[in-house]
Each structure stands twice: as C-alpha cells, then as structure tokens.
DNA sequence: GATAATACGCGG
DNA sequence: CCGCGTATTATC
C-alpha cells in the first residue's frame, strides 16, 4: 500500500503562509461524544501565524504538573483553571467557529485532564479498541509498528524515537514557552491504554526527550528530506521511524534549492514534512484517531486533504501557504499528550 | 459501517 | 499555480 515515502529536501524561507481559511465548513460532527470528557475546556493554540502569543504556556507553569501518576488514587485533579475567560459552552450566539480561526478563544482557560488515561481505552480512542493487549511492551521501533501485524494500538512506546526531527530545537521557542510544556510532559507521556497500573514504560519515555540528544546511536540528523515527487517506487521504507539517513542532501528535486542560511532562525522554523507526516500518520495510529478528526480539529483542514499531505507531503521549500497546515502538525506533535487531547477535543463540544 | 485514498474541480 | 473541500471510491 502506501508506504511511499518521500524524501527529503532541505529549504527554508520566510514564511509567508497567513492564514487564509475563510471557509467555513459547517459539518460539526459532535465528536465530542467520541471524547468521554468534557472537562476540557479549550486550549486555545490553534493560531494562525507563527507569531503566537503563547499564552498556555502560562497555564502549564501554572499547573505545575508535578504529580505525574494520576493514575492510582489519582484524586488529584488537576483540573484548574487559572485564567477564566468564559467558557465555551455559554458562548453566547454563533454556535460554532472554527477552533482554528483566531476567534476570541481566549489563551489561558486550561483545564487538565484528570486521570481519565487509564479508564477507557486510549484517550482519544471512543471505541474500546481492545486493550487486552498484554503488558505494555514496546514494540520495536522499526517500522513503528506498521505494516506488519496489527497495528500496536496499546503500545506506548511513544514516540519511535526517532529523529527528533523539529522537536530538536523547534519545540522550544517556536511558540515560546514551550519548553514548559516539555517539562511537564517530562513526567509522562503517555500511558497504557488499560492495565491499571501499567505505567511501566513511562519511564522510557522521558528517556527520549534527552536520550536521543545525545544518544551515541545516532547523531540528531536534523532535517533532511528527500523528497520526491511523488509515489515511488518504494525505497524500502523499512524503517522510517527510525534513522534516515540522509544520505543525499543534495536534492535532486528541481526547485528545490534551499536556501543558505536561513535555516535555524527563531522565526521561520524548516519543517521536514516528510518526517512530520510519517510521524502524525504514526501518532494517529497510536491513539486510534481518525483523520477526520485531527484533520478537522487540528489541522483545520478536511480529511480528503489530510490524507493527501500525509502521502503525498511537499517539501517545506514548496510549500508555500500549505506551510501552515504543516506547522500544525508539527505543533501538535510537540505537544504534551494531555494537551493533544484537548486539542482534539476542541471543537466537539464547543 | 467507518475510515482512508483518490478524483475532480474551484477559489485565491 | 497552489492549496483545499467535496464527492466518490477503495479498504479495513
């Protein structure tokens, strides 16, 4: 099936990408029934332009998330809000705008997550997919998991590792404050779906935040895309999760040049597309979630184009507004996992 | 039936 | 021309 996989292209530029979705899809599916939880209340870091007013990080601070295993007598809630913009659900008229537009959606009206992880399946993941699964066992990296078998659904291993591609610098000061959010989710990511107590392997997961820094294993390639037109003739996509090699830097692609030197700047952050979308097929994967659904809550954008970006991504250096569909993702990726959560929460119940 | 992939066409 | 939505079709 698929398992085309791009290739790799090295390109900055500034962004130009502003925000330009003046449409307005009016189906709404309430998907907030596919979310046990409504506690959320929303999270507001769907903002257009990079420039973003970092607002949650606050809130994380705030939380001080020290109490990372809610799971056992988790009576700790967390649940604190500590700015109190409104809530969504008086929202006065319009019922609904889009998560993405920068509406009023105040920054600040957090809410954690209590220790829902454990009870159902997976957090996103409404249907029980079963959690029988045995012990945690972290598959091996490799492959993430696709393709071979069934998917590891239960699995935590979390991310595979891998590159951490834009998580690297990126997820620091792209949005500010960021790194607060890393601390937090220092403490876990995420956690089995079911088995009480199971959170075994919460303690890789720190791991990797520092592990691949300086994992004698590989160096950090950064971003290194070779992109390709599309479709392809399989390179052995054997494991892209795991080290690609970026053996050509130089591209091949036509158009493809990138540009000396503006790549790193605070601003205009490169994205390997072709990493971030492999990596949001597998997370999708992971948590059991729709395309539709990250699609439209996350992203903003409608299944059909998802699906088309996550097989088909352009290198960043092509790209020209559809940059801003893949800072999204990127963005998301970064994010704590109670935060994902809440990010695809978002709209159902607003 | 639900979810993903593709086709088609439109608007900026 | 690019990016996207919608409709349709394929796949699970």
């Known amino acids: 099936m698929d398992g085309g996989l791009g290739e790799m292209s090295l390109h900055s530029h500034s962004d130009l990408a502003h925000s330009q979705d003046g449409r307005a899809m009016l189906h709404t599916r309430d998907l907030s029934a596919a979310f046990p939880r409504p506690s959320l209340g929303s999270s507001s870091m769907s903002l257009e332009p990079e420039p973003r007013p970092s607002g949650y990080d606050h809130s994380m601070s705030a939380l001080g998330y020290s109490g990372d295993s809610p799971s056992s007598s988790g009576s700790t809630y967390t649940t604190l809000t500590p700015l109190q913009p409104f809530d969504d659900k008086f929202h006065h008229h319009h019922h609904h705008h889009h998560p993405c537009l920068p509406v009023s959606n105040v920054i600040g009206s957090f809410t954690l997550m209590r220790e829902d992880r454990g009870l159902s399946t997976n957090f996103y993941n409404p249907y029980g997919k079963e959690l029988a699964m045995t012990q945690s066992l972290t598959p091996p990296t490799t492959g993430s998991g696709l393709g071979s078998s069934m998917h590891g659904y239960g699995s ?17 000061d792209v949005h500010g404050g960021s790194l607060f959010c890393r601390a937090s989710d220092f403490g876990r990511e995420m956690s089995p779906p079911g088995l009480g107590g199971g959170e075994v392997s919460v303690g890789h997961q720190l791991n990797k935040i ?26 052995q996509s054997a494991k892209m999760g795991e080290h690609l090699h970026s053996s050509s830097p130089a591209s091949s692609s036509p158009g493809e040049g990138m540009l000396p030197g503006s790549q790193g700047g605070g601003g205009g952050e490169e994205i390997n ?23 439209e809550r996350v992203l903003c954008r409608s299944q059909g184009t998802l699906s088309d970006l996550l097989r088909n991504p352009k290198p960043w250096g092509k790209l020209k ?18 935060q994902r959560m809440a990010s695809l929460r978002l709209e159902g119940k607003i």
């Open 156 to 172: 935590l291993g979390n991310s595979p590792n891998g590159n951490g591609g834009q998580m690297l610098h990126s997820g620091y």
């Open 321 to 338: 507004s559809g940059r801003e569909t893949f800072k999204r993702m990127s963005r998301w990726l970064q994010e704590p996992e109670f």
């Open 210 to 235: 520092e592990a691949h820094q300086h994992t004698p294993n590989h160096h950090p390639h950064i971003y290194s895309q070779h992109y390709q037109p599309h479709h392809h003739p399989s390179q």
């Open 273 to 295: 597309t072709r990493d971030v979308a492999q990596r949001i097929i597998t997370e999708l994967k992971r948590y059991s979630i729709p395309q539709a659904i990250f699609a």
